[in-house]
């Protein structure tokens, strides 16, 4: 449908009184002046004012293989004229089970047991609710505590938002109470001055293993962690912090959940980072976004043969597992997310992500030579530009907390879009981006934080 521009003075009235956004700061709901987008090719989207700008952030760590692809819309148009929708309950359908098939393939180990589910929340309350299962089913109704750690986004759901770790969300909802833990910041730049990255390292391994001794293991059910902590800021810990936690999680019986709900689907340059990347093979697996490139919502928790075996035939004790959502395995999810699949391998995505990688990165480490800039980091193709407008100090707290909004909005204005977190700018653009788009949008990243630099002088 082709809007004026006109329509949208009707339309955001509408948006502001009809549609209630995540997030939404009450304060001024309603009062919103939200950008429209509306079209969207490859890695720009359009806004209502026809401005192509670069999706900086690919949607919502999402759309892997970029907009506006034909061959994914119509194999989700055909799926919808030949079967709209089955019932996972009562029936089952060839396309989800392919694509079971086809994940199971793709994922370390014996992570072979898909359970399909509406988004990342969704899959990360599944893992929760599946180890608590399986936990009274082997008869230890005690072994629940999940440990997590602070800056962690693990979703929106009840269970999934009382394991995140970021305490300005916490303030106004309720989380379950008892039934999480968090770790301190694992971030390498906030370690104490002197201190050496091995040391930090050490600290941090120490840290889970400390909890779990407090806590009792027999009280620990599992440890979840994102492999990179994406909606925190983008934090990379320091290198073998997986492996060893891991070691820890096995010695005292508790279960690893990697989230991999932002870096799977080739956002580090492999189908999932845990084994590839980190080298671990997790229990439980929970993914979602990129699964489908964000052309439809669909989720997966995906769980090992071994933990499956613990609680199935005889050793069930005739439990189910009453779990699940209406559009678990939706057909028309599915067949986007085969076809995503497809695609990816088809293009040589993986392997065209770690051939540009190199070059995103070493771009976003010169951006730590702005002044305002205090640390960079990422890996693959997503990163974060984190600020200090006071240069003598690194607490968030002390520094202007409209910097990343700043630079975001002088982004804009030249072309791209940026997710703005407090003093933090992050991004992980469509995994299609080529060699001259990267440094198209660095080159921008540039300008804004020297206009934002002038701002604050
Ligand atoms: N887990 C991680 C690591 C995420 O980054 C997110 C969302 O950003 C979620 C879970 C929640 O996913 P969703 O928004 O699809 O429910």
């Given at each position: 449908?082709?809007?004026?521009?006109?329509d949208?003075?009707e339309?955001?009235?509408?948006?502001?009184?009809?549609f209630v956004?995540p997030?939404?700061?009450m304060?001024?709901?309603?009062?919103?002046?939200?950008?429209?987008t509306?079209?969207?090719?490859g890695?720009?989207?359009?806004?209502?004012?026809?401005?192509?700008?670069?999706?900086?952030?690919?949607g919502?760590?999402?759309?892997?293989?970029?907009?506006?692809?034909?061959?994914i819309a119509?194999?989700?148009?055909?799926?919808a004229r030949?079967?709209?929708?089955?019932?996972p309950?009562?029936?089952?359908?060839?396309?989800?089970?392919?694509l079971a098939h086809?994940?199971?393939?793709?994922?370390?180990?014996?992570?072979?047991?898909?359970?399909?589910?509406?988004?990342?929340?969704?899959?990360?309350?599944?893992a929760?609710?599946?180890?608590?299962?399986?936990?009274?089913?082997l008869?230890?109704?005690e072994k629940k505590i999940?440990?997590?750690?602070q800056?962690?986004?693990?979703g929106s759901?009840?269970?999934a938002?009382?394991v995140?770790?970021k305490?300005?969300?916490?303030?106004w909802?309720d989380?379950?109470?008892?039934?999480?833990?968090?770790?301190?910041?694992v971030?390498p730049y906030?370690?104490?001055?002197g201190?050496?990255?091995?040391?930090f390292?050490d600290?941090?391994?120490a840290?889970?293993?400390?909890?779990?001794?407090?806590i009792?293991?027999d009280?620990?059910?599992?440890?979840?962690a994102?492999?990179i902590?994406?909606?925190?800021?983008v934090?990379?810990?320091?290198?073998?912090?997986?492996?060893?936690?891991?070691d820890?999680?096995r010695?005292?019986?508790?279960l690893?959940i990697?989230?991999?709900?932002?870096t799977?689907?080739g956002?580090?340059?492999?189908w999932?980072a845990s084994?590839d990347v980190?080298?671990i093979?997790?229990?439980?697996?929970?993914?979602?976004?990129g699964?489908?490139?964000?052309?439809?919502?669909?989720?997966?928790c995906?769980i090992?043969?071994?933990l499956?075996?613990?609680?199935?035939?005889?050793?069930?004790?005739g439990?189910t597992?009453?779990?699940?959502?209406?559009y678990?395995?939706h057909p028309v999810?599915?067949?986007?997310?085969?076809?995503?699949?497809?695609i990816?391998?088809r293009?040589?995505?993986?392997?065209?992500?770690?051939?540009?990688?190199?070059l995103f990165?070493e771009?976003?480490?010169?951006?730590g030579?702005?002044?305002i800039?205090?640390?960079?980091?990422g890996?693959?193709?997503v990163?974060?530009?984190?600020?200090?407008?006071?240069?003598?100090?690194e607490?968030s707290?002390?520094?202007?907390?409209?910097?990343g909004?700043?630079?975001d909005h002088?982004c804009?204005?030249?072309?791209?879009?940026?997710?703005?977190?407090?003093?933090?700018?992050?991004?992980?653009p469509?995994?299609?981006i080529?060699?001259?788009?990267?440094?198209?949008m660095f080159?921008?990243?540039e300008?804004?934080i020297?206009?934002t630099?002038?701002d604050?002088?």
């Open positions: 449908m082709t809007l004026r521009n006109s949208f003075d339309i955001r009235v509408w948006d502001n009184e009809n956004h997030w939404e700061g304060e001024h709901i309603g009062q919103n002046e939200r950008t429209f509306e079209t969207a090719d890695i720009y989207v359009t806004t209502e004012a026809g401005k192509r700008l670069i999706d900086g952030p690919a919502m760590w999402c759309v892997q293989i970029g907009y506006g692809n034909g061959e119509d194999a989700m148009a055909t799926q030949d079967m709209a929708y089955f019932s309950f009562n029936n089952a359908n060839s396309v989800p089970a392919r086809e994940i199971a393939k793709r994922t370390p180990g014996d992570l072979n047991h898909v359970f399909f589910t509406t988004g990342g929340s969704t899959a990360v309350d599944t929760i609710r599946f180890v608590h299962f399986r936990n009274n089913i008869g230890r109704p999940v440990i997590s750690r800056k962690a986004y693990h759901t009840f269970l938002a009382s995140s770790g305490e300005r969300d916490k303030g909802l989380q379950a109470q008892g039934m999480s833990y968090f770790l301190p910041n971030n906030i370690r104490p001055e201190m050496s990255l091995q040391a390292l600290e941090k391994v840290d889970l293993e400390n909890a779990i001794l407090e009792g293991a009280k620990v059910a599992a440890f979840i994102e492999p902590l994406a909606s925190g800021g934090i990379v810990p320091p290198k073998g912090y997986h492996k060893r936690c891991l820890i999680c010695k005292y019986d508790v690893y990697s989230d991999e709900v932002v799977g689907w956002r580090l340059g492999h999932f084994e980190f080298d093979v997790p229990d439980i697996i929970t993914t979602a976004k699964l489908t490139s964000g052309y439809v919502p669909m989720g997966a995906i090992s043969d071994a499956i075996d613990s609680v199935s035939g005889e050793k069930s004790q439990a597992f009453s779990n699940g959502y209406t678990s395995g999810s599915a067949i986007a997310a085969l076809k995503n699949i497809e990816f391998e293009e040589g995505i993986l392997e065209h992500v770690r051939e540009v990688s190199p990165q771009r976003l480490t010169a951006l030579d702005f002044p800039v205090g640390d960079t980091r890996m693959g193709l990163g974060c530009v984190e600020c200090v407008v006071d240069s003598n100090s607490d707290l002390d520094l202007d907390k409209t910097v909004a700043r630079i002088h804009q204005e030249l072309g791209l879009i940026l997710r703005p977190i407090i003093n933090m700018c992050v991004f992980s469509p995994l299609i080529n060699v001259s788009q990267i440094n198209q080159d921008i990243m300008k804004g020297k206009l630099t002038e604050l002088a």
